[in-house]
């Protein structure tokens, strides 16, 4: 070897231990994240990848699921490594409950990078699928009025119980470290998946979203649906080249799941409105045609409306042939008449399919019997009281009937077997040293309804 070779090859070795002296390994989970979530059954794979500071260094790591109450060790098997990314496949357990779970991975003895719950077990996916979706949150921090909005928009969901949960961007107002920090807080109180996407608002803060989120855009699978997340904030209303051809390719792909698209920016508008995706709009309304995507979900515009596929704006009605494209209301930010086919809130929409068949997406917000062509769900209308004597009345003052709304109860004799006066026992688990029971109920529209435990049959001698 030459001098100058041998010379090449110990600056090398230098200045890589001292890179390695100076800058600690780092490894984090790039995904799945709160926001891109796994979804998966019990005895499936999950492939979640890492990233490392240091190029082709990969520790080893042990991996758990942590619900709380349990542990799951999970096997690893085969990997795929590239420059700093390594993706990893594991096994879960046959005898895994479901439930939402973070996930854990240990290097050594003591460190431990956790993202919690971003790993959902299910046992299958319902034949009545429903999903919320709201956008353009309120800003968070500050006189926390915001904070305090968007936990009751929060409770308001896990009442209704869905599916899954998307947060169509605009989903962090200013793009402070702070205000990324306080909205992973309050979308880990979420129970359902929550599959996130970022808006233009996002921009102001890029380097936190990506630090919490890592992805622009990204799909999630869920049984027989793809959710698809596209990124129409990175150059104002636009789509590039890239993503278009990486949508593509997942459409080729669907191995025959239904596609459900988010995106930030509405595809169609009216004259004289603003703020809607201006490059390959039209690619992706053909694309979607192709693959008969049922419904098309966007923020933005801080008020209700709806398209038909042909761009024409529906006021007649929400059951029309194609595929509905729909703008949801703000869910805290300023609301903006001219851009509002309903009448002005702070909402969310409820979602729902039935076999893979959109059912519906819209609200009957004049209580005429009908559902309006666009509305949404007004926040402020499903609340929970506890009382004294451990009973809890859930108030659905809402124009729609709510199958299998969930409400949580402590169990204070957890030695007497019980059974609920309404609904039925799904979940038995522990918080802070209680007893708490998860109940499944129906709830009427404009109800309330009390629940509490009782004896069970065999306790009470009958």
């Known amino acids: 070897m030459s001098h100058r070779k041998k010379f090449a090859l110990t600056a090398t070795l230098i200045i890589i231990a001292v890179y390695w002296m100076l800058f600690p390994v780092r490894v984090e989970i790039q995904t799945p994240r709160l926001g891109i979530p796994v979804i998966a059954r019990a005895g499936e794979h999950i492939r979640p990848v890492i990233k490392t500071s240091v190029p082709f260094y990969y520790p080893s790591l042990r991996w758990r699921l942590d619900d709380g109450d349990n542990q799951y060790t999970l096997q690893a098997g085969s990997s795929h490594s590239g420059l700093s990314n390594k993706t990893i496949t594991l096994k879960l357990p046959e005898n895994i409950r479901p439930g939402a779970y973070s996930l854990l991975a240990e290097s050594g003895k003591d460190t431990v990078i956790a993202q919690r719950k971003t790993v959902h077990i299910i046992d299958s996916v319902p034949e009545d699928f429903s999903l919320v979706q709201l956008a353009d949150l309120p800003t968070l921090g500050g006189d926390e009025s915001g904070d305090a909005l968007l936990q009751q928009i929060i409770r308001e969901i896990n009442i209704i119980n869905p599916n899954v949960v998307l947060f169509t961007g605009d989903i962090a107002y200013g793009g402070s470290w702070d205000q990324y920090r306080r909205l992973t807080e309050a979308m880990a109180m979420v129970d359902a998946p929550v599959i996130a996407v970022a808006g233009n ?197 809402l124009n729609e009937y709510l199958p299998n709304a969930k409400v949580t109860l402590r169990v204070a004799d957890v030695k007497t077997a019980f059974q609920p006066t309404h609904g039925k026992v799904v979940r038995h688990w522990r918080r802070n040293g209680e007893q708490l029971v998860d109940i499944l109920v129906d709830l009427p529209p404009n109800s309330t309804t009390t629940i509490g435990l009782e004896a069970s049959a065999q306790e009470s001698g009958e």
């Open 201 to 397: 608002h996002e921009y102001e803060g890029w380097a936190g979203y990506l630090h919490y989120f890592t992805k622009a855009y990204h799909a999630v699978d869920f049984g027989r649906y793809k959710f698809i997340s596209l990124n129409s904030g990175h150059s104002r209303d636009q789509m590039t080249q890239s993503q278009f051809q990486w949508l593509r390719e997942q459409f080729q792909h669907l191995q025959g799941k239904i596609p459900i698209v988010q995106i930030h920016h509405p595809l169609h508008h009216k004259e004289g409105q603003h703020g809607y995706v201006h490059v390959n709009a039209d690619k992706l309304v053909a694309l979607f045609k192709q693959y008969h995507v049922p419904i098309v979900l966007s923020g933005h515009w801080h008020g209700d409306m709806v398209f038909d596929e042909r761009g024409e704006e529906r006021h007649d009605t929400w059951d029309f042939p194609g595929t509905p494209y729909v703008a949801t209301t703000t869910a805290g930010a300023d609301l903006r008449e001219a851009y509002s086919a309903s009448p002005l809130h702070h909402g969310y929409r409820l979602i729902r399919l039935k076999n893979a068949k959109l059912v519906s997406y819209t609200y009957d917000y004049d209580g005429d019997g009908q559902r309006d062509a666009a509305a949404s769900i007004p926040v402020g209308k499903l609340n929970v009281t506890y009382h004294a004597d451990d009973t809890v009345s859930i108030h659905n003052d």
